[in-house]
């Protein structure tokens, strides 16, 4: 009877938060973040589970940092026993998270759920190692970490020379959440041979007197900075398809309404979310699916009739 009533919690639990079902995952406002993932239900071993998710973890080194970094990466339902090639779905973490934070927000168990079922088409996630770093190639004489590089060049190479990939810049997209929606759009921007589909999750938007030092002068800093990008960059900002979300009690909503202001004001194409929620996990969670739907949807319009239909596993 125990077993019959966790079993329906579960179910319940699962219809509420999707992918987050299995755990509880409580992160803080930037700049201190912390995780805690507690078991909220367990099944009896009789019961039948959906096949885990193919995941991996490559270590390799990194020619702009000099040193070996991480990276997750989840491959789609048929990868190995097929010859064909993949779209290529980057997901940045945010401050104080790591390569694994997303994974840990449920998105490998979603992809795996929406592939299986023919709601999106099979694509590969890869989950990058950021430490605390902005996403941006540091600008102070002591600290020249290219971390803008290191992603868009070495953490790209790596996974193309890895796995089957479609190695273009219409079949890859980047998307983060908080300090990783400021990486996303700005490596776009900065990297526009590398990246032209962005998603900004919780979008995090430092004024230069709030910056870290590492962005340098203002003159570097309005390098770095999304908005000022967007001023410098228009031709280059229209051409991405870009996503933007925010939380309504996020602290950093103000400056996220800005921004999408200032795309309105010079006439750059984006979708603009505005959602209940704050800058937690039980945000991102929440709409998982969103995200998953949007990079979908915007590889295939990149993309036209060659990228193929979704089809449903069995």
Request: net charge negative.
């Amino acid at each position: 009877m125990r077993t019959a009533a966790l079993f329906l919690i579960a179910l319940a639990i699962v219809a509420t938060t999707g992918a987050c079902a299995s755990a509880r995952v409580m992160r803080a406002i930037e700049p201190a973040q912390t995780v805690d993932i507690t078991s909220v239900a367990t099944l009896d071993a009789g019961v039948e589970t959906a096949p885990k998710p193919d995941v991996r973890t490559v270590t390799f080194k990194s020619l702009a940092l000099g040193r070996a970094m991480p990276y997750s990466i989840y491959l789609p339902p048929g990868y190995a026993p097929s010859k064909r090639v993949y779209p290529v779905l980057y997901m940045l973490h945010g401050m104080s998270g790591t390569n694994d934070e997303w994974r840990e927000y449920g998105i490998f168990d979603a992809a795996d759920r929406m592939i299986r079922s023919g709601e999106i088409r099979p694509l590969i996630i890869v989950l990058p190692q950021g430490d605390r770093a902005y996403w941006v190639d540091h600008a102070l004489p002591t600290d020249q970490e290219a971390w803008g590089r290191y992603m868009a060049k070495d953490v790209v190479a790596d996974v193309d020379a890895r796995y089957r990939t479609v190695a273009d810049l219409a079949h890859r997209a980047i998307g983060g959440v908080s300090m990783g929606a400021h990486g996303a759009v700005q490596l776009a921007l900065n990297y526009p041979d590398t990246f032209s589909i962005v998603g900004a999750h919780s979008l995090v938007l430092r004024r230069f007197d709030t910056a870290p030092s590492y962005f340098g002068s203002q003159s570097d800093w309005s390098k770095r900075d999304p908005m000022q990008l967007v001023v410098a960059k228009p031709a280059m900002a229209k051409r991405l398809r870009l996503w933007i979300d925010i939380g309504k009690d996020d602290p950093w909503a103000k400056l996220a309404e800005q921004f999408n202001g200032e795309l309105d004001t010079l006439g750059i194409t984006h979708q603009w979310h505005e959602w209940s929620g704050d800058h937690s996990a039980s945000y991102w969670c929440h709409h998982l699916a969103d995200y998953l739907h949007y990079y979908d949807t915007a590889l295939a319009l990149e993309n036209g009739a060659g990228f193929g239909a979704a089809v449903r596993l069995s």
